[in-house]
Nanobody, 125 residues
């Protein structure tokens, strides 16, 4: 069964950068859709980025477009979320997720059944 181990969260000042890692165990990420989601206190979980590993195509929510980049390292079986020019409103718990049945890009949390445990990202002003 596929499992994710996330790392890379932390505290950063506004304008700074962080990189989140989502390492997969129990299977390869070939032909998967891997999504990145975040959940701020009192808010619903929202999709912000995804990568379709078969062709490395990526998609971004408007709130992060131009600042965040999703990529995959096939040799490490890991997906990354590079976050630049961070803003206080980016403060949230960040999750990676996938589902072997998903074959199209989706930001709907109901389409994903395998989730990482989450990484806290805090951006101070």
């Amino acid at each position: 069964q596929l499992q994710f181990v996330e790392s890379g969260g932390g505290l950063v000042q506004a304008g700074g950068s962080l990189r989140l890692s989502c390492a997969a165990a129990g299977g390869t990420l070939d032909y998967y859709v891997v999504g990145w989601f975040r959940q701020a206190p009192g808010s619903e979980r929202e999709g912000i980025s995804l990568i379709i590993t078969s062709d490395a195509s990526t998609y971004y929510a408007d709130s992060v477009k131009g600042r965040f980049t999703t990529s995959r390292d096939k040799t490490r079986n890991t997906v990354y979320l590079q976050m630049n020019n961070l803003k206080p409103e980016d403060t949230a718990v960040y999750y990676c997720a996938t589902d072997p049945r998903l074959r199209y890009g989706s930001f709907d949390t109901r389409d994903y059944n395998y989730w990482g445990r989450g990484s806290q990202v805090t951006v101070s002003s």
